[in-house]
């Protein structure tokens, strides 16, 4: 009777363990990580920045940034070097929040709030930034621009959202690529497949609400848009800090994917438990040493704060504790952060 009983309480507590481990274990360390990464100060912006990115161009680094309209805006775009940066183009008003880079092009989207509406144009430099074009496009707003070979891609807005037109003359004239014929009613640019000689990611919906998303390649040429993977609601894409080019992610709810995309080729890599305190993700790195994710945390009035793994992504750590410490997102998958009093720090490697 005892060893039933002894034997029943062990079964119990097996019982108990397992439905936390399934329902309730967070894989977040709560004591603070503690490591001897080393950073080196590279430059300091002035005000509060929403966008910074930084990019190899020509053996030098194009720096760019842009401060929020809810002080005024502004943004620079220049050639960072030896903690100075050598402005190719400035604003004083208005935003970008992306750059486009394809050997020696450069283009962005200059967004402003003139008559209380929101206005975008496209700017493009076709020798690193000496010279820059205003182009006009068929899109009443522009999101996205990306460089594929000899075309410039543009999606946004026209009498709907998820439209995107190609030019192969510099952007004297566009043609739209049809989607509704292969059932889809948005298109979302993503990001340019490094090893597919034509193709493009996309995000896109046969549905108005953006339900039942897939991600697809789109090969430029043809237009044709190939399945490369369902996407659960509520799913979102990004593009990994990684010297490993293929590298991508999905991310839904506390779970993150990471495939390696190879041509038309899908191949999971990992599958990773983000932090249940960790909210909007904002950027993902990834190294053979250390990943880091920054995003926005569900508590702290959704300050943005930066989290680490060492072991791939088994546990995670808060990094810098409570400190806006964030990632900075670059094109050639090194380690840059940047702090709350907006200086910029590169990993001492």
């Known amino acids: 009777m005892i060893k039933t009983r002894r034997k029943n309480k062990i079964n119990a507590i097996i019982y108990i363990q397992i439905l936390f ?5 967070d894989n977040e360390e709560k004591h603070s990580f503690s490591n001897n990464i080393k950073w080196k100060k590279i430059f300091k912006i002035e005000n509060h920045v929403n966008f910074c990115q930084i990019d190899s161009v020509s053996k030098e680094y194009l720096f760019s940034y842009s401060h929020p309209l809810t002080i005024k805006g502004g943004f620079k775009i220049g ?87 190609k030019s ?9 690529i049809n989607i509704l014929k292969q059932g889809y009613k948005d298109l979302y640019l993503m990001h340019y497949e490094t090893t597919y000689k034509n193709s493009i990611l996309c995000k896109g919906s046969k549905s108005f609400n953006d339900k039942n998303s897939k991600l697809l390649q789109l090969d430029i040429e043809t237009g044709k848009l190939k399945k490369i993977l369902d996407l659960k609601n509520g799913s979102y894409y990004f593009k990994v800090i990684s010297r490993n080019t293929f ?46 994710l920054t995003a926005r945390e569900k508590q702290l009035k959704g300050n943005i704060l930066t989290w680490i793994s060492t072991n791939r992504g088994k546990t995670w750590s808060k990094y810098k504790k409570n400190e ?10 090194k380690l840059y952060m940047k702090n709350k009093n907006n200086i910029i720090y590169k990993h001492k490697e």
């Open 21 to 25: 481990l399934i329902f309730g274990c």
């Open 79 to 165: 050639i960072l070097k030896n903690n100075n940066i050598t402005t190719l183009f400035k604003s004083i008003n208005n935003t970008i929040q992306y750059i486009s880079i394809n050997k020696n092009k450069i283009g962005f989207v200059e967004y402003n709030f003139d008559s209380n509406t929101l206005n975008s144009t496209l700017f493009i430099s076709s020798d690193l930034g000496r010279i820059w074009r205003k182009i006009e496009t068929p899109l009443n707003n522009i999101r996205k621009v990306e460089f594929l070979n000899d075309f410039i891609l543009i999606e946004g807005d026209n009498k709907g959202s998820g439209h995107i037109y």
């Open 168 to 176: 192969s003359n510099g952007g004297k004239t566009w043609i739209e």
């Open 247 to 292: 590298m991508h992610a999905i991310v839904n709810k506390n779970k993150l994917w990471i495939y390696s995309i190879r041509k038309n080729k899908l191949k999971l890599k990992n599958r990773l438990r983000i932090p249940n305190s960790v909210g909007e993700i904002i950027n993902i790195y990834m190294s053979e040493k250390y990943y880091f």
């Open 324 to 333: 806006e410490f964030q990632l900075v997102y670059n094109t050639f998958g």
